[in-house]
């Protein structure tokens, strides 16, 4: 209270130009002892490591290798798989979902605190998890079929297709709390006003939904799909503790296969080039989501 | 009113059958994990869906560390700890110091501090993972927590930097100047108003830098190759590799590995509320 009323005479308001006029040096000094810090890493931590990556991937010939390698074209459709149903699936599901955890009432509060522990466990403890509970010998599924129909269940990581989704279901697993609480933020912002006069009119529910909710939700939306794909792109830790690339190499995606080609193989120019091949996918996604988010009040 | 008595009714049994298969659905492998690390050798090799003769073997073999992967399990906790709160002070420091600049200082290149954020934030951390890994050799850092501790403070930063910005917004730039006018030098505005104000947001993201860094298993496997800096994640993955796996101590080891994060995140589930729930962990 005290601040306002000294800003509210107009001798104090001339004081603080003069006064910044004064110490412009000193100030700046300061400003760039505080700023150093963070230029520091983003040069050496950042910069430099992008500089080196497209030097290293620069080579035609590790290109040559790689597009020579049978396991490439099928870690390229992996990659759009999971990319596909993985964050498509489960955006879709989680922006259903916020719209059920916006009813009141302590049910629904105790369901999403449950709910939620998938995203607050490490990502590492569940995927080892669901690795062993999908085995096809010994798993928890298959132990389930067994027990209720007396029928072997299906080799979940033993098959590329049952494999693969494997992995899209660990990384919805895994990633749908997350996304849901943000579309509940997002659902919580929007005007109750706006519904009651829906209902006035005799909107029904999905009209409510579809006439309401969709078009206010439609920016974050799209800014949440692009946002979930490159992470996804970047997931390493879904397929290499779910399916392992396996079986026989067929479900790596292009982050694993990259890491198995300079770490495994020992060719970092070849694990580069691996990596760099996803560059014409996530240059316009980084381009446009870095507008996106310049642009928004809400960062994700 | 029977109409609406039915669609009560109706609304009814889908909130419940909708319940029931939430709470399957994220339960499930949550529940398979406890089951296993409950189990013996032999009965993880059959056909049960419940432990039959639980037991507490596992969790005594990780808490004695009498299994050659787990010999220095505690220490591996330490390290992951060591790791996480040292992570969680740097990003707070560079963070809040420069968004303090970008904001309060209002320097003339923040928007470029902000696009370096920006882009930053939308690089996939496992993509700069090769020529990290080379960098760190040439720094002759290979096998030093430092070079663990240099990548998530560089990847957690940008968050932080956005998430200071946008709460530091609410608190009126009138205080600084009214602070100025005492004469108070940028340090003393940054220490005396600044972080007191942001409180609630330092909170929010030395939890999620935390978080970030104690969840992290690609660089750690890749900068700490062995012995004594080794992190417990890397050490999970190390299971795989043999063919016969003991699930039971794995299973047991991943949950009292999941056990501090899932306390914190509950315990602090208020404190980073109010916007800053927004806040993910990269994947």
Request: charged share 10%; hydrophobic share 55%; net charge positive.
């Amino acid at each position: 209270m005290a601040v306002t009323t000294m800003i509210d005479s107009p001798a104090t308001r001339t004081a603080p130009a003069a006064r910044r006029r004064g110490t412009f040096g000193a100030d700046k000094l300061w400003a760039l002892a505080f700023v150093t810090p963070y230029v520091a890493i983003f040069v050496a931590f950042v910069i430099y490591p992008i500089g080196y990556g497209l030097w290293l991937g620069s080579d035609p010939a590790s290109y040559r290798a790689l597009f020579g390698d049978p396991v490439y074209p099928r870690t390229v459709v992996n990659t759009l798989v999971y990319l596909l149903f993985g964050v498509n699936l489960k955006l879709l599901l989680a922006l259903l979902l916020s719209g059920f955890f916006m009813r009141r009432g302590w049910w629904t509060k105790f369901l999403l605190l449950v709910f939620m522990l998938p995203w607050a466990m490490p990502a590492l403890s569940s995927y080892l998890s669901i690795n062993w509970m999908l085995n096809g010998q010994w798993g928890l599924i298959n132990n389930l079929i067994w027990q209720v129909a007396h029928v072997d269940g299906p080799p979940w990581l033993d098959n590329s297709g049952f494999a693969l989704g494997s992995v899209i279901y660990g990384h919805i697993w895994k990633w749908l709390p997350f996304w849901t609480l943000i579309f509940l933020a997002g659902r919580m912002a929007i005007s109750v006003e706006l519904y009651e006069a829906a209902d006035v009119d005799g909107a029904s529910r999905v009209q409510k939904f579809t006439h309401v909710t969709l078009p206010l939700m439609a920016g974050m939306y799209l800014v949440c799909t692009m946002l979930s794909t490159i992470w996804a792109l970047g997931d390493f830790n879904a397929v290499r503790f779910i399916s392992g690339g396996g079986p026989a190499l067929s479900t790596h995606v292009l982050a694993t296969l990259g890491i198995r080609n300079a770490f495994e193989l020992g060719d970092p120019r070849l694990g580069m080039a691996t990596v760099l091949t996803a560059l014409p996918l996530l240059i316009p996604l980084a381009i446009l989501l870095m507008r996106q988010l310049r642009r928004s009040e809400v960062t994700i | 009113m029977t109409a609406r008595r039915r669609g009560r009714a109706i609304d009814r049994i889908g909130v419940t059958l909708l319940s029931v298969l939430l709470l399957v659905w994220t339960l499930l492998p949550i529940y398979n994990i406890i089951r296993v690390s409950m189990q013996e050798k032999e009965e993880v090799l059959s056909t049960s869906v419940y432990p039959i003769a639980p037991s507490s073997h596992a969790f005594s073999v990780v808490f004695h560390q009498a299994f050659w992967l787990l010999e220095t399990f505690w220490n591996q906790m330490s390290n992951s700890f060591f790791i996480g709160v040292v992570v969680a002070l740097l990003t707070l420091t560079i963070g809040s110091l420069t968004s303090f600049a970008i904001s309060r200082m209002r320097i003339r290149s923040g928007w470029m501090l902000t696009n370096a954020a920006l882009l930053t934030y939308v690089i996939p951390l496992s993509f700069l993972a090769i020529p990290f890994y080379g960098i760190m050799g040439k720094y002759g850092l290979t096998n030093n927590p430092l070079a663990v501790i240099a990548v998530e403070v560089t990847f957690a930063t940008p968050y932080a930097i956005f998430i200071f910005q946008q709460y530091g917004a609410s608190i009126p730039l009138e205080l600084d100047e009214a602070a100025r006018i005492d004469g108070a030098s940028p340090p003393q505005i940054f220490f005396r108003i600044y972080l007191p104000l942001m409180a609630p947001a330092l909170v929010a993201i030395g939890t999620y830098a935390l978080l970030l860094s104690w969840n992290e298993y690609l660089y750690a496997f890749l900068l700490l190759s062995g012995g004594k800096v080794v992190t417990v994640p890397v050490t999970l993955g190390k299971f795989l590799v043999g063919d016969e796996a003991p699930w039971n101590y794995l299973m047991a080891a991943a949950i009292i590995y999941a056990i501090p994060p899932l306390l914190i995140y509950y315990g602090f589930r208020r404190k980073m509320s109010g916007g800053l729930t927004m806040g993910g962990i990269k994947g």
